[in-house]
């Protein structure tokens, strides 16, 4: 599979998709993939108490406060991931 890079979406307002994927407003998501890897970029302002969790399922939570507020993102993947070797980091 070819690498690509590309917003999935910016919030302007809390969106919602089928499936569960949640992005609140401000949070800029955008992924790249290889045939043996999916990375994720979540821009968050200010992140702090920073907490991410995924499942087999393809479901991946990230939670963090921003700004006084805390925002909860949401991502539904379109396949099944190895949950037990996914990696984070949080910068900034």
């Known amino acids: 599979m070819a690498s690509s890079s590309a917003p999935i979406v910016v919030a302007s307002a809390t969106s919602v998709t089928p499936g569960g994927t949640v992005i609140p407003p401000g949070v800029r998501v955008t992924w790249s993939e290889r ?5 994720l970029h979540v821009e968050i302002a200010e ?3 920073v907490a991410v ?6 479901a991946v939570a990230i939670d963090a406060d921003s700004d006084e507020r805390r925002l909860e ?12 070797k996914t990696r984070w980091t949080a910068s900034g």
């Open 35 to 39: 045939a043996d890897r999916l990375s």
């Open 47 to 49: 992140p702090e108490e």
């Open 53 to 58: 969790s995924s499942t087999d399922a393809g």
């Open 73 to 84: 993102v949401r991502l539904q993947l379109f396949s099944q991931i190895d949950a037990s």
